[in-house]
């Protein structure tokens, strides 16, 4: 679940950094009841600010050794700013997100909760906010698989790697472990029950949490949860198509808009516009399929000939045309053109970021209407930071790298869905050839390739809610691009309650649109 970020930073490198400073550890307590928690400021880097604070705890590697060794995990805490009720704990999604600053502290709409889930004034009142930062992150014992990163790498080279350093704890890492260090947080606060919120891959975590300790869950809270009848390869299968249909939708609601945006009157001409201000730069082409043309297509000079006829020539041309740059592209990054990795990804990030947040439609037409205020602008930004050091440049790129691990040992640890071993072939052709990145990424999935040599070795959880005392509240988006349409739906088949949908192509309630369900979600934790 990436953070909402307009388009004019994602038009220039970000920086950011991770540097991990001392926090509280669960000690001893002076009355000799068990353990206490000492409370301490975040890591830096983590994005947990005050009044948020944090903690490390110990809980078991493996739980089917429960006495055995023990692995360490970082939690924070938003405490409650009126009488207290109870804690919901919180997953922002991934598998394997950053979780420590998940929790807006101040109330929708202001700077400091952009990018973060807010729960309503009043929910925030009665409830402290929990985060227990997953399993093989850097905010406790990492997963750590110096793999050299490769085109020609596999999974199995990643798991190689992490068996060299540490063998056996990459088959550790899963929902259902990672419920369980839930469980461990929970002992650890002395807290009877859990209410519980995720989003997006959080939702299949919080749901497993309720299926396996019912007894110790109160309220649950899903929100853009993803299907527990698609993990994993079958996520990738149902995704294209509804990404696909979302970016269509994107380029035509800006061409609609043509006389505020003066990007074009067609679909096709707003992404010619898009790939000019973002990939242009580098001189490279941008890396998802040109729309279809249409009659204004071809009234404006690209085909001498009229109809679908004409039509059909000018989607040839351009997407030869398209397609001859992919390649291009794809040959000078595995020369090591950095230019050409930087225009392509910063061109696929913007595409991908109005795919999560559809609020951002009017910011990214802004943006491509006058690119160069967009980029003066984020120069000023970036001018007033900090230039990081290389050890925070260094602890930053080893968590990106550890985010991506822990993801994929989460998804090939556990698939459930087999693999479509037809989409083999066409993966490995955008691979090495180019061509659409955002089916590439669905078809790694959904062929298994993704997973090459790191096969499964547990069976998620059959998620249900039947135990429960409480219903949960479901909530998400009618055309969901992260998690699909049917992701709400098939988690609330599995949990029961209720089902309420909010209509649009964003992913997560709370982060983009949390106004729309506010007096909803306050009844819920009433």
Excluded at 265 to 279: G, S
Excluded at 324 to 350: I, K, Q
Aim: hydrophobic share 35%; charged share 20%.
């Amino acid at each position: 679940m990436p953070p909402r970020t307009s388009l004019r930073i994602l038009l220039t490198a970000t920086l950011s950094t991770a540097l991990v400073v001392p926090v509280g550890t669960a000690g001893a307590d002076p009355a000799g009841e068990g353990p206490a928690l000492n409370w301490g400021p975040c890591p830096v880097g983590s994005g947990a600010e005050a009044p948020t604070e944090c903690v490390e705890i110990e809980v078991p590697r493996d739980y089917s050794d429960p006495d055995g060794a023990t692995i360490s995990l970082t939690m924070s805490r938003v405490p409650a700013t009126g009488e207290r009720k109870g804690t919901i704990a919180g997953n922002p999604g991934g598998p394997g997100g950053d979780a420590l600053g998940m929790f807006a502290t101040s109330d929708a709409g202001t700077p400091e909760a952009e990018g973060r889930i807010a729960l309503p004034a009043d929910v925030r009142e009665h409830y402290d906010l929990l985060a227990v930062e997953p399993r093989g992150l850097a905010w406790g014992t990492p997963l750590d698989c110096p793999a050299p990163e490769s085109l020609f790498g596999t999974a199995g080279d990643i798991l190689a790697a992490c068996e060299s350093t540490d063998p056996g704890y990459a088959s550790t890492i899963t929902t259902d472990n990672t419920a369980r260090d839930l469980e461990e947080a929970r002992k650890a606060l002395g807290e009877d029950r859990l209410n519980l919120y995720g989003v997006s891959y959080g939702g299949p975590l919080m749901a497993t949490y309720a299926t396996l300790f019912p007894e110790n869950t109160d309220r649950v809270l899903l929100d853009s949860s993803g299907s527990p009848d698609q993990r994993w390869f079958g996520l990738g299968a149902a995704r294209k198509q509804a990404r696909i249909d979302g970016l269509n939708a994107m380029f035509a609601w800006l061409a609609e808009r043509d006389e505020e945006y003066h990007l074009g009157t067609t679909p096709l001409q707003v992404y010619q516009r898009w790939a000019k201000v973002t990939a242009g730069p580098y001189g490279v082409q941008m890396p998802v399929t040109p729309p279809s043309a249409r009659d204004d297509d071809l009234s404006a000079g690209s085909s001498v000939l009229p109809g679908e006829l004409g039509a059909q020539l000018t989607d040839t041309l351009v997407r030869t045309q398209w397609r001859a740059g992919t390649l291009a592209d794809t040959t000078r990054m595995m020369l090591g053109d950095g230019d050409a990795y930087t225009g392509v990804m910063s061109s696929f990030s913007g595409v991908v970021q109005g795919l999560y947040d559809q609020t951002l439609w009017p910011v990214i037409g802004e943006q491509l209407r006058d690119p160069e205020a967009a980029a003066a602008e984020t120069e000023a930004e970036f001018s007033e930071m900090e230039e990081p050091s290389e050890e925070q440049a260094a602890a930053s790129d080893k968590l990106e790298a550890q985010l991506r691990t822990v993801e994929r040992a989460v998804i090939c640890n556990e698939n459930a869905v087999a693999p479509d071993t037809s989409l083999i072939l066409p993966t490995l052709e955008t691979r090495f050839t180019g061509g659409d990145l955002m089916r590439y990424n669905e078809d790694n999935i959904a062929s298994g390739a993704f997973c090459a040599g790191w096969d499964a070795t547990t069976t998620p959880t059959d998620i249900s809610g039947q135990a429960l005392d409480r219903a949960p509240l479901n909530i998400g988006y009618t055309k969901d691009t992260a998690v699909t349409a049917d992701g709400a739906t098939g988690m609330h088949r599995a949990m029961g309650g209720e089902l309420v949908t909010v209509v649009g192509y964003s992913h997560g309630v709370l982060l983009v649109e949390p106004e729309k369900l506010a007096d909803k979600v306050s009844a819920y934790f009433a």
